[in-house]
C-alpha cells in the first residue's frame, strides 16, 4: 500500500507552475497558484525562476513532446466544463483523485456557490492541504482523505457533508491509468453510487494497447516507460470504440469521447499538438 505522497502528481503541479513562464497569449492554462503546492526542492527553484522555467518547458518539449500541451489542455477543459455546469446548477463537484490540483482556487471567482470535496490518498492530500495553508483553504472545499484501496468512498463523502440529492460534477482525472481493471471495475461502481440520475462525470484514459504495450506508437511506448520509472506504471487503458459499451455496463451513458485534436484546435492551434493515445470522456450517469 502506497504511504508517501504521488510523485506523479507533484510532476503535473510542476507542469502547470511552469506554464506561467509563457506570455499569456501562448499559455493554455493561467495558474498562479501550482508552485504553492510543490515539496521536491528543485522543483520549488525552477517554478519560482522564469528562466529555469522556460529551460523546462523546452526540456519537457524534447523529453515528452505533446505531454505538456495534454496536461494544460486536460486542466483547461474540465475547468471550463465545471464553469459551464455550475451554471447549470451544479452545485457540488468532487475531485477523486484529487492530487494538487488546484482548480478550487483557479476558477474559485466562477465556483463560489459550488462545494469542493477533494478525494485522495492521505499522504498526498497532506502534501494538498500544506499548499492551501500557503494560500488560505477556500471556504468551499471539504478535504476527504480516502485509501482507495480499502476505504468506500461514499461514506467519506457522506461525512464530509456530501449531498447526493444535490447536482453534482465528478472529476476524475490522471487516475485511470494506474489501476488494475478490477480496480477500475470497482471505482466505477462506487461513483455511480455517489449521485443520483443526471450525474456528470469526466475522466481520462490511454489507449488499451499503450496500456499493454502492444502498440506501434514508439513515443506513448517511451512515454509509459518513462512513468513506470516513476514508481507509477500505466496498467489500464480502454479502446475507443468500446468505450460507450463499456460505461453503459456501470449505468453510465456516454456524452463525448473527445479526441485531443480537437481540444487542441478550440484551445492552442499554434502550439504543438497534445499526445495522441489519450482521451478524455464526458459521461452522465443513467
Known amino acids: ?41 528543485w522543483y520549488r527553484v525552477i517554478a519560482r525562476s522564469r528562466m529555469l522555467s522556460r529551460l523546462m518547458l523546452r526540456f519537457l518539449d524534447r523529453w515528452a513532446p505533446g505531454g505538456q500541451e495534454y496536461l494544460m489542455l486536460r486542466a483547461r477543459f474540465v ?42 490518498h492521505p499522504a498526498t492530500q497532506a502534501l494538498k492541504r500544506a499548499g492551501f495553508a500557503r494560500l ?14 480499502r476505504d468506500d468512498v461514499g461514506t467519506g463523502l457522506r461525512q464530509a457533508g456530501f449531498d447526493p440529492t444535490r447536482r453534482v460534477l465528478i472529476v476524475w482525472v490522471g487516475v485511470t491509468y494506474y489501476l488494475t481493471e478490477r480496480a477500475m471495475a470497482r471505482a466505477l ?24 504495450g502492444t502498440s506501434r506508437n514508439k513515443d506513448a511506448l517511451s512515454k509509459a ?15 475507443p470504440p468500446r468505450v460507450a459499451d463499456y460505461l453503459t455496463s456501470f449505468g453510465f451513458t456516454l456524452l ?13 492551434p499554434r502550439r504543438p499538438p497534445p499526445m495522441d493515445y489519450s482521451r478524455i470522456v464526458v459521461c452522465e450517469r443513467k
Open 1 to 41: 500500500m502506497r504511504q508517501d505522497y504521488s510523485r506523479t502528481a507533484e510532476a503535473v503541479a510542476l507542469a502547470r507552475a511552469v506554464e506561467q513562464a509563457r506570455p499569456p497569449s501562448r499559455r493554455i492554462l493561467d495558474d498562479p497558484f501550482a508552485a504553492h503546492f510543490l515539496k521536491n526542492r
Open 79 to 120: 475547468d471550463d466544463l465545471a464553469v459551464r455546469l455550475a451554471g447549470e446548477g451544479v452545485s457540488q463537484i468532487i475531485m477523486l483523485g484529487a492530487g494538487l490540483d488546484d482548480m478550487a482556487l483557479r476558477i474559485q471567482p466562477s465556483l463560489r456557490d459550488v462545494t469542493f470535496y477533494e478525494v485522495d
Open 136 to 149: 488560505g483553504v477556500p471556504g468551499n472545499v471539504r478535504f476527504v482523505a480516502v485509501d482507495f484501496e
Open 189 to 212: 461502481v462506487q461513483i455511480a453510487g455517489l449521485g443520483s440520475s443526471g450525474t456528470r462525470l469526466v475522466f481520462d484514459y490511454i489507449l488499451a494497447e499503450v496500456a499493454a
Open 225 to 239: 516507460r518513462r512513468v513506470a520509472q516513476l514508481g507509477e506504471p500505466w496498467i489500464f487503458g480502454l479502446e
Open 256 to 268: 463525448r469521447d473527445y479526441e485531443l485534436s480537437e481540444l487542441h484546435a478550440r484551445y492552442c
